[in-house]
């Protein structure tokens, strides 16, 4: 059975969507809401930390009908609208989320990936963060990506990026932490105030 599916789309920003992060990639959304399968809304933003990286998360019933639209007649119109938005670099993942990720309507919003040292952790790090999301209610989600089982996203909603920093500090949560980065290699941690884009 098929599941929902998160895309994550991480890259160097152009300037022009510096500017404006909602000009572009609202043409290209748009072609995109026309598919089967994609929900909206979809959610782009900037990082907090470093302005010249963008994120775009968009939902889709599973990961079938996003590839339907990868292989669909419409794509190139939707790389063509996409080329202004970017820079030199971009990374596309899939992940399934254990819950709704929630935290994409927060003030702020984690981004964290991590590839597992050892693919023989694998359970104890959804052990981690599931304890983890428990203890932020669920605002916190995760999962392996479709393209590598050993790399793992991770989203977290915030009240601002001091709240998270506050909150791992904690005996306990700190304690998780840790415990995770003896176990995975921290490959992206930032965070971003993303823009719903619902469409025309």
Known sequence: MSKP??????????EAHRKDILAIA?????????????RRPGYTGLQTEDKATGYVFLNWDSRAHHQA??????YGRVLE???PIFGDKKEMHHV??????????????????????????????FDILAKISDKTE???VFGPTLENENVFIIVAGWDSVEAHWEMVAKPEPKALVERLFALANKDHLAHTSLTPYEGK
């Open 5 to 14: 599916t998160t895309e994550v789309l991480i890259f160097d920003t152009s």
């Open 26 to 38: 609202s043409t290209a959304c748009d072609i995109v809401y026309e598919a089967a399968g994609c």
């Open 69 to 74: 639209v990868i292989d669909g007649p419409n």
């Open 81 to 83: 609208a996409l080329k």
């Open 96 to 125: 399934i989320f254990n819950d709704l990720p929630i935290a994409f309507e927060s003030p702020v919003t984690e981004v964290f990936i991590c590839t597992l040292k050892d693919p023989g952790h694998r359970e104890e790090v």
């Open 138 to 140: 669920k605002k916190l």
